[in-house]
């Protein structure tokens, strides 16, 4: 099991930067022809693929549910829910591609789908065909529903006081 220790960076997402990043990952796909629907991988990809579906007028959404973490720990892949056929004319939408676990079963799923993210690393990119920005590897991308506002020391406190 991958720990938490491999992530040195955290970069909080807002609502705002993911809705502005689906919009533009729309464009981007909207160029790219046209889809049947949209598989959304659960949990992380409801919200990109609320946002796709929208913005792209696509109605036809399923999902396909894994896990794999628990918080910064990534564990055994956990298979809820399958797709069906081989995804031809279907998008694949997730939040993020990190070490590329989940995009290698859902690739192996839907072989002829396109797979679209938000965010990707390293790791993942070469697994996914289409996606918005990318992160360095040791950098956990903080969600806005894994989070809420509140205080936080300055950076140059935090460092001071380590």
Known sequence: ????????????????LLQRDAKQLAWDL????????IYA???GGL???AILA???EIYQIETICLNSYSWKNQGE?????????????????DDLVDTGGTARVVREMLPKA???????????????????????????ILFPWDSEVQF???LAKRVSDS
Not at 122 to 131: A, H, I, K, M, N
């Open 30 to 37: 909207l160029n790219k022809g046209t889809w049947k629907g």
């Open 1 to 16: 099991m991958a720990d938490s220790n491999r992530y040195s960076k955290v970069t909080p997402v807002s609502w705002e």
């Open 114 to 140: 396109h797979f679209a993210t938000l965010y990707a690393k390293p790791e993942g990119r070469p697994l996914v065909d289409t996606f918005i920005r990318e992160y360095s590897q040791d950098t956990w």
């Open 152 to 154: 936080t020391e300055p």
């Open 41 to 43: 991988i659960t949990r």
């Open 54 to 56: 929208r913005e792209m």
């Open 47 to 49: 919200v990109p693929a």
């Open 77 to 93: 892949m956990n298979v809820l829910k399958e797709a069906e056929g081989d995804g031809e004319g279907w998008l694949i939408v």
